[in-house]
């Protein structure tokens, strides 16, 4: 094996390290979101033990990073960020950036008639920006009604809930950190 592939074999273990690190996870959660063993998974990181394919891919899926990232392929100077939508509780978030620190992502919200709001809180802060539809924006007793380049901030702490006002999919811009992103996109259904 030439040096080039062994060098991005050992960068691997701390590749994954930094990833979980940044997300705030435990190695043992982890292990259960993945089924990988507590114990293989810290010998993944530390570099003593070499990453398989059937470790590498439940850990992209859990990390919501492309495989290449995980094993440092080469870069091809093409700048696109490779979109794969995450659909969950019926709304769908299209990545827009990398992942670790403020994460956008596009999300568009199908009406859902007869569906009643259920208002949630978690860890962090959120940005949005409507792109198309009117979205339906509940914070605590508040109602607010958002159209098209129009935005709102608000603390991820007060009971939320965002939906399309009316019939018509709303299309939102959406900005949170990585306490925001475990809440949105990495919820077990």
Do not use: C
């Not at 900005?175 to 919820?187: C, I, N, P, S, T």
């Amino acid at each position: 094996m030439g040096s080039a592939k062994q060098d991005r074999l050992r960068a691997v273990g701390p590749r994954l390290r930094e990833l979980r690190r940044r997300r705030g996870m435990t190695l043992a959660r982890l292990a259960e979101e993945t089924g990988i063993n507590e114990s293989t998974l810290s010998r993944l990181e530390g570099g003593m033990r070499k990453p398989t394919l059937e470790m590498l891919l439940p850990l992209a899926e859990v990390y919501a990073v492309p495989l290449d990232e995980l094993v440092g392929a080469p870069r091809t100077g093409d700048p696109r960020i490779h979109l794969k939508p995450v659909t969950r509780g019926g709304m769908t978030y299209v990545p827009l950036s990398r992942p670790g620190g403020i994460q956008a992502h596009k999300l568009l919200i199908p009406a859902r008639p007869g569906t009643e709001p259920e208002l949630k809180t978690h860890e962090g802060f959120e940005w949005v920006y409507v792109l198309a539809g009117r979205l339906r924006l509940l914070l605590g007793e508040k109602t607010v009604i958002l159209k098209p380049g129009e935005a709102a901030e608000f603390d991820t702490h007060v009971p939320h809930w965002l939906g399309p006002d009316g019939e018509q999919t709303v299309e939102l811009l959406v900005l949170f950190g990585h306490q925001g992103e475990r809440a949105h996109l990495k919820a077990r259904t």
